[in-house]
């Protein structure tokens, strides 16, 4: 089994994601994919650094969704090119009002991995894993290796047959609450795993 891990700018639009379909798809001992948020276009930036704006945005109390349909639209194209059957708006929506309502900071940095997981996963016809269910931190919001190997081995071990996405750069801790690690987070996730 090999662990491949691919950031923003393979995630940035389909034709990039395309390349990366070929490069999984030519070895089938690639089985678990980590991913990036997509990453800077030309006439876009990188969805994590709007998600950013959006979070200060609710901060200053005033709404993100103006601002957050360029989150929207970069997903609704992405996955129109790749012609993926999946409708993800509801999970759009959910992040855009969490952020509203005063979502943390890492909750709303990681939420372009999430996405981005769940849209390849659907296009591979890999199983999603969320991160927050085998990334561990502790209840300081340190990495909790340990915990981490067992949630993982645990999860892993009956999925990776097929083949499972995961969204890199978070996890969680003991409560359930996101935790993200450093920008760039998504190759710690790679390594990890």
Do not use: W
């Given at each position: 089994?090999?662990?491949?891990?691919?950031?923003?700018?393979?995630?940035?639009?389909?034709?990039?994601?395309?390349?990366?379909?070929?490069?999984?798809?030519?070895?089938?001992?690639?089985?678990?994919?980590?991913?990036?948020?997509?990453?800077?276009?030309?006439?876009?930036?990188?969805?994590?650094?709007?998600?950013?704006?959006?979070?200060?945005?609710?901060?200053?109390g005033?709404?993100?969704?103006?601002?957050?349909?360029?989150?929207?639209?970069?997903?609704?194209?992405?996955?129109?090119?790749?012609k993926?059957?999946?409708?993800?708006?509801?999970?759009?929506?959910?992040?855009m009002?969490?952020?509203?309502?005063?979502?943390?900071?890492?909750?709303?940095?990681?939420?372009?991995?999430y996405?981005?997981?769940?849209?390849?996963?659907?296009?591979?016809?890999?199983?999603?894993?969320?991160?927050?269910?085998?990334?561990k931190?502790?209840?300081?919001?340190?990495?909790?290796?340990?915990?981490?190997?067992?949630?993982?081995?645990?999860?892993?071990?009956?999925?990776?047959?097929?083949?499972?996405?995961?969204?890199?750069?978070?996890?969680?801790?003991?409560?359930?609450?996101?935790?993200?690690?450093?920008?760039?987070?998504s190759?710690i996730?790679g390594a990890?795993?």
């Amino acid at each position: 089994m090999l662990v491949c891990k691919f950031g923003g700018t393979s995630m940035s639009d389909a034709q990039s994601i395309t390349q990366v379909v070929n490069i999984i798809q030519a070895n089938p001992k690639r089985k678990v994919i980590v991913v990036s948020a997509p990453g800077k276009l030309k006439d876009a930036d990188k969805i994590t650094d709007v998600l950013i704006k959006c979070y200060k945005t609710a901060k200053e109390g005033k709404s993100c969704k103006e601002l957050f349909e360029k989150v929207k639209s970069r997903f609704h194209s992405i996955i129109k090119d790749l012609k993926i059957n999946i409708d993800i708006s509801d999970e759009l929506d959910q992040v855009m009002r969490d952020i509203d309502a005063g979502a943390s900071y890492d909750y709303t940095a990681s939420r372009g991995e999430y996405l981005m997981a769940l849209t390849l996963a659907k296009y591979l016809g890999f199983e999603f894993v969320d991160a927050k269910d085998i990334i561990k931190f502790d209840k300081n919001n340190a990495f909790d290796s340990e915990l981490t190997n067992t949630y993982t081995q645990n999860t892993l071990q009956d999925k990776v047959t097929k083949g499972v996405v995961v969204p890199g750069f978070y996890g969680s801790n003991p409560d359930g609450v996101i935790c993200t690690f450093s920008r760039g987070g998504s190759d710690i996730t790679g390594a990890i795993l």
